[in-house]
């Protein structure tokens, strides 16, 4: 059987969820990490330094024993956020970046960002301490089209904070663009992106084609596959700026197979073996270790993680549920069979 050891990966975006959530999440985020940066859109945001402690504790509290997980925290920028809170978490040794949503862009924003320009100060802050900033980039005007809306973040919005914040650490979360691709490829190295397992294996006719596929909708939404390409060559390109984060974002199955479905896919229990079948498919399976464990943990200078892992090529049929509170999710590929698996 073929198999690949490789240093075990970090996911650098992920949301958890809490509570009852947190028994379903944080062992499968485990079982192919060893650290996580943790989205703070909670129903009730992590907008400072002593909640995102609270939340962090609750993480490993849900961890068994025998799994080795660090959650690296992040905060929800308000436009409240105090210039003093970036110190704080800046010293705490808990908090890794500081997350932008636009107001209303994704799930649970509505407390995020109407105009970045109100927070030059705190961006002046996070510059001077060096705290990344971490951006949903997607524009929030309704008259915009939904597939416009990452292209125009980067123009309207992005160009110009890079601009003037030139030596803020940024990186552009789950890419979905040519236009992401070449704004990162083109901007010095303190601009990097993540890019999600989905947006590399599917675009928008997997969405919309033969019916609605309420499980392949997310934010930002699944583009044509021009963009799908631009993302799998970034993807295997040996740059450095992109790599990991799955973005799994669990919904029970009432929300997203809804008249109102919710963003979000699971892809926690998946997406290691996808994005190896992925990798492989396009003749680069030697470019996964570095893209899932060496660039992330560069461009967020974390040591790089001395535990491996190995994968399988031994073909399983992924489940067509897990357990999720009182609920159900369904994760990425359910009921699908798929080539690789993490070896026991
Ligand atoms: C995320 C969620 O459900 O929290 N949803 C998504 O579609 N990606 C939020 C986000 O990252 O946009
Ligand atoms: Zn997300």
């Known amino acids: 059987m073929q198999t690949l050891t490789m240093t075990m990966p970090d996911d650098f975006h992920i949301h958890l969820r809490d509570g009852e959530y947190l028994a379903t999440t944080v062992p ?13 859109n909670l129903k009730a945001p992590v907008i400072n330094t002593d909640l995102a402690r609270l939340y962090q504790q609750r993480i490993v ?14 905060l929800y920028l308000t436009e409240k956020t105090d210039p003093a809170e970036i110190i704080t978490a800046k010293n705490s040794g808990v908090v890794f970046g500081i997350k932008y949503y636009p107001a209303g862009a994704t799930t649970h924003s509505q407390a995020g960002i109407f105009e970045w320009q109100k927070l030059r100060h705190v961006f002046e802050t996070m510059q001077a301490v060096d705290l990344p900033l971490l951006i949903h ?20 919005v992005l160009a110009p904070l890079h601009q003037e914040f ?4 940024i990186i552009l979360e789950h890419i979905t663009t040519q236009e992401a691709v070449d704004f990162v490829a083109a901007a010095p190295n303190n601009i990097a992106a993540t890019i999600t397992v989905h947006h590399l294996l599917l675009n928008r006719n997997d969405l919309l084609a033969g019916g609605v596929h309420p499980h392949y909708y997310c934010a930002p939404i699944l583009k044509r596959v021009k ?11 040996d740059t450095g700026k992109f790599f990991m984060g799955t973005d799994s974002a669990p919904h029970s199955i009432e929300t997203k197979e809804s008249s109102c479905g919710c963003a979000g896919i699971y892809t926690a229990p998946v ?11 396009n003749n680069a399976l030697a470019k996964l270790e570095k893209f899932c464990s060496f660039y992330g943990a560069q461009f967020y200078r974390l040591p790089i993680n001395q535990k491996k892992i190995t994968l399988e ?13 009182n609920s159900h999710v369904v994760p990425l590929y359910a009921n699908k069979t798929i080539p690789w698996r993490i070896q026991k």
């Open 28 to 40: 499968h985020c485990a079982s192919y990490c060893t650290r996580a940066i943790v989205m703070p």
């Open 227 to 237: 963009h799908q390409q631009a993302l799998i060559k970034a993807a295997i390109s």
């Open 61 to 74: 509290d849900d961890l068994s024993n025998s799994q080795e997980f660090q959650p690296l925290m992040t």
């Open 313 to 325: 090529k031994n073909a399983w049929a992924v489940p067509e549920y897990y357990d999720f509170g």
């Open 271 to 281: 997406a290691l073996p996808l994005y190896a079948t992925l990798f492989e498919e």
């Open 166 to 169: 030139p030596r803020l650490r």
């Open 137 to 156: 980039g997607e524009v929030i005007d309704p008259q915009t089209d939904i597939f416009d809306r990452e292209a125009l973040f980067i123009s309207d």
